[in-house]
């Protein structure tokens, strides 16, 4: 028997399974490959700082400080690192931000991130010419790099590609049953896929689809991310992440020409370097009603568990996260009340139910 079947490999089963490792846990993770984790299609930023209103996101402080540690950690461990630290340069689209960024720079909280010295040497690649602010103790995590590596860095028995069949399980008096598989619990980590769940698919996760480019720029700096109506994030051999766009109706995955059409003009307005398009992606992020996480048990049936609704600050948050459900299985310690999914109990009577 293992201690926990893992369903789902984007950040939020990677952390959970780097927390058990950590505790000589026994795991397995399964991933569907023909379901891409909304992970792999994301930026990778780790930034607290809400700069279009300039505010710190919920716990902001708290997620980053864990969040950098444990990417320290990690590298340490499996002797790569996949964490790059890149201040975040936010250009101004006029010199009258330049007053409202100060502010923002002295207030508690922001005065962590925010350099209040506004910049002003004309960049010859950006269209803007009125000044960023730098925003310091952030970064990028390559997450496919992470993901890639970590799956051939663990043992082979703590690893399975197949899609994962809700008939299959079975529940038995202290633990689970999947196929071939006993455990003492199963965590779903399945982000938008969630959706399907027949145990916890009356958590309102929404889900919001973002659009993307991937870009090749020879000219743009690789030592900053650059923000400016759109995050532009150095990849590597002159390639960069745009995006990303934000719809809440759309749920399929299939990129679009009006989104594509938006993130050039949003584009070509910050820069003035030639590029060509390389790819154009899109996916769903689990995002939730509340824009809180979900964590915590199935009100019924106690070997289920739910990590999900990371929504666009999984590298930010999931660390930390992940460290507090593990607490919560094993330890017994409560959750915050602001991510434990009880406080959607009244939603549990619109559930469907679960196969036979």
Known sequence: MIDTLIVGYGLAGFHLAWQLKTHNKKFLILSDPSIPPASRNAGGVCN?????????????????????????????????????????????????????????????????????????????????????????????????????????????????????????????????????????????????????????????LNGSKGEYLIIKASQLTTTQIIKGGVFIVPLGNDLFWVGATFSPHDKTSDSTEKAKNWLQQKLEDLIQVPYTIYFHGAAIRPTVKDRRPLLGVHPEIRSLFVFNGLGTRGVLMAPLLSKWLYEFIEKRKHLPEEVAIERFENYFSSRKEPHA
Request: net charge neutral; with cysteine; hydrophobic share 35%.
């Open 48 to 204: 607290p700082t809400i700069l279009k209103r300039y505010s710190l996101t919920w716990n902001g402080l708290a997620f980053s400080e864990y969040a950098r540690k444990q990417y320290t950690d990690l590298a340490q461990h499996i002797n790569q690192d996949f964490f790059h630290e890149l201040p975040i340069h936010r250009y101004f689209s006029s010199t009258a931000e330049h007053n409202e960024w100060y502010s923002a720079a002295q207030s508690p909280g922001l005065n962590h991130f925010l350099v209040p010295k506004i910049m002003t040497d004309q960049m010859p690649t950006m269209k803007r010419q009125s000044g960023y602010g730098s925003v310091q103790q952030v970064g990028r995590l390559d997450i496919e790099g992470l993901l890639d590596h970590f799956k051939q860095f663990t043992a082979a028995s703590s690893f399975r590609e197949e899609s994962f069949e809700y008939s299959a399980l079975k529940f038995k008096e202290n633990g689970i049953i999947y196929k071939d598989l006993e455990a003492k619990r199963i965590v779903f980590c399945e982000g938008f896929s969630l959706k399907a769940n027949p145990w916890f698919n009356y958590l309102p």
